[in-house]
């Protein structure tokens, strides 16, 4: 049965934690992510946990201690922030490339500097390619839910790689919200125990971590790693399926708002997308045919599927919540652009960067981003592809 309660993002995510029951949780403090660690360090304090709760010095002392845990057989989890996660930067691919499955909590925080302690994706889309697999949150109950599957994927026999689950840095982190949380044996239940094949404390299967890999074997190591992220779609919708029966509450690779007959549609992440399907339902109502398709797993991205989803449409606009500062446009907007091209090429698509360092987004910033692609789809002309929104020019 379905608890209801009134909680921030942080909180969820710590109760979620507190449900899993961990071996270890590392972690140093940092804005906004700081109360994540904060509230599971009171629920070992109190006993409520079995855990080992582990306050280090640093944020790469969190990763290296998660991954030793992990790599001992435990299951270990922490929570992070822009420059936190920069910090962690080495022990990320550590941790991927030694195939453990961590579970982290990325709250989203801009990346210093100038200092700026607000939201947007620089410091998760920095991080795209260090083979962690990346879930993203609009909302708290999403955080809840995500963190909760993020176990059961990171886990799978078929997978065994680290999971963020990332949601905007207080907007939904200190955001309190309505959701409903799972009975604590429900959570124990779905998320099993964890039994991994070999650790560094099974004296059967004895085993080193750490090798040195040259030119003759590295490659192989790391095609099987990238051949696994691929692969893991499978998974991620099991687990999703999983979670449906449990729950009620469906999850995808991505969610679909009204894109049956979308001729124009905004792809976008987090928590955003809430006021871009008010600005949908908006247009709607006025006869616009437009959609929005919002990311949950940004990797691995899920290329056919994406492709599939805007096949439809006559105009595409990519919001990227961070710069790639590449003048070919930020991070989701060039993996879209890939997945789309000779597959979809006759689809106009253009690029904003938008709510940087945590500028506010309106519903009439993003009513001028369908304005400007039913003027694409009126002109069959793309002024410019590569642009910013709510920014002061000159």
């Known amino acids: 049965m379905a608890i209801r309660e009134r909680l921030s993002g942080n909180e969820a995510v710590s109760i979620a934690m507190k ?12 804005t906004p992510s700081t109360e994540v660690p904060q509230y599971f360090s009171n629920y070992a304090a109190n006993g409520e946990v079995d855990t080992e709760f582990v306050p280090v010095e640093s944020e790469h002392s969190a990763m290296s201690a998660c991954i030793g845990a992990q790599a001992a057989g435990g299951r270990a989890m922490t929570a992070t922030s822009s420059q936190g996660l920069a910090l962690m930067w080495e022990m990320l691919y550590i941790a991927s490339s030694y195939r453990l499955p961590i579970t982290m909590a990325t709250i989203n925080r801009t990346l210093s500097g100038p200092i700026n302690i607000h939201c947007d ?29 993020a176990v059961r994927i990171a886990e799978h026999p078929d997978v065994m790689l680290p999971v963020m689950d990332c949601f905007d840095g207080f907007i939904t982190s200190h955001k309190v919200e ?20 070999y650790h560094l404390m099974d004296k059967n299967k004895p085993m080193s971590m750490g090798p040195l890999s040259l030119p003759m ?15 893991s779609i499978k998974a991620i919708l099991e687990v999703a399926a999983d979670f449906e029966k449990l729950t009620g509450r469906k999850y995808g690779l991505f969610e679909e708002y009204k894109m049956q007959d979308a001729e124009t549609a905004i792809v976008i992440i987090n928590s955003t997308a809430g006021t871009a399907k008010d600005c949908v339902d908006q247009l709607r109502e006025k006869g616009v045919k437009a ?8 990797r691995p991205f899920p290329v056919t599927q994406i492709v599939s989803a805007l096949s439809k449409c006559k105009a595409v606009a990519v919001m990227d919540r961070a710069d790639s500062c590449n003048g070919a446009g930020g991070p ?22 938008y709510g940087l360092g945590g500028r506010d987004v309106k519903i009439d910033d993003i009513h001028s981003v369908y304005n400007d692609l039913q003027e694409i789809v009126k002109t069959g002309t793309v002024k410019e592809v590569y642009n910013y929104l709510g920014v002061r020019e000159g």
């Open 291 to 298: 959609g929005l398709v919002k990311i949950r797993v940004f």
């Open 19 to 30: 449900q899993i029951n961990p071996d270890v949780v590392a972690a140093y403090p940092i």
């Open 178 to 197: 309505n959701l409903n949380l799972i009975e604590d044996d429900e959570v124990k239940k779905f998320v099993g125990k964890y039994n991994p094949p």
């Open 217 to 231: 074997y590295y490659f192989e190591s790391k095609r099987q790693q990238a051949e696994t992220m691929r692969g």
């Open 332 to 353: 989701l907007f060039t993996d879209v652009t890939s997945a789309m091209y000779g597959r979809a090429d006759g689809i106009k698509v253009v690029n904003y960067i």
């Open 121 to 149: 994706h620089s410091d998760s889309m920095g991080a795209r390619d260090s083979g962690w697999i990346q879930i993203y949150s609009e909302n708290s109950q999403e955080a809840y839910d995500n963190f909760i599957q």
